[in-house]
């Protein structure tokens, strides 16, 4: 350990996630967070503590399994199985970011790319995902938001990257009610923007700085959630042998962080490490 990371080891050290009470995790697809970090939503759940889940987008281009279903009808279905995915994790609050939905701006291929607008799920902006992460956060006033890791080197889906960056900017702005007030689409109505975000956690990242050990009843928590999502994963297909395969192997690999059999991980920054502090991203 070098000395820098000794002194900011006790002069900003990295906050515990499962020391808090409320959560928003963030999910770009409906499938993402129960993979991403399905057995950490289940054990907050089981603990009582107060578990929300917002998908970004419809995820009606996820059609390369589902059997020809298509546009509207597969948005439909794929937000069916969040809710049963999320009902097996033990999370029953679900929101959608419903303007998000696919095609919401009549735009040409042309002008999307000229716009920088990418994305597998219609045609959106960024402040379209940061407003909507906005309202999220002050309706359910998390401490911690969990978004996908928008600075893993090896991630190049569009929607992951500007979902993770919208957390970034939400998780850093949420304790200021002034900048707050200025991003959500519908005013508040006691007026009151923003919520006291102590922490982000990122998932799908390869540099984890906190371990939360599970167990194995968790992971099959997190094994039957994803299973719930059939069109992507359908039953006995070799993308869900394939994913369960490598969550156990991640689930073990991360567990013995923890002195157990069974973990997740992931890369978290505390309101001090988030802003004029360069080494806590080293
Ligand atoms: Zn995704």
Redesign the pocket.
Known sequence: MSLTSLILKFAAPVPKPESYSRFLFV???P??VE?GAGATAAKLAKAGKQVTILVC?D?RYGDGLSGGVRGDDLARTRREEAVRAAARLGVKDVLFLGRLDGGVKAVTPEEAAEAEMLCDGGFYEMKDLVQGLADAVTRTQPEVIFG?DPLSRSEC?P??LNAGNAVRQIACFSPYPGIMSRYPAKAPEDGKAGAPVQAAAFYMTARPNRYIRTDGALLKAQLEAIAAHRSQFPGGSAELKSVSTYLRLRSFNFGLHRAGLHGEGFRVYGQTQMHCLPEAGE
């Open positions: 999910g770009p697809h499938d993402d993979i987008l995820g996908p889906h929607d992951h």
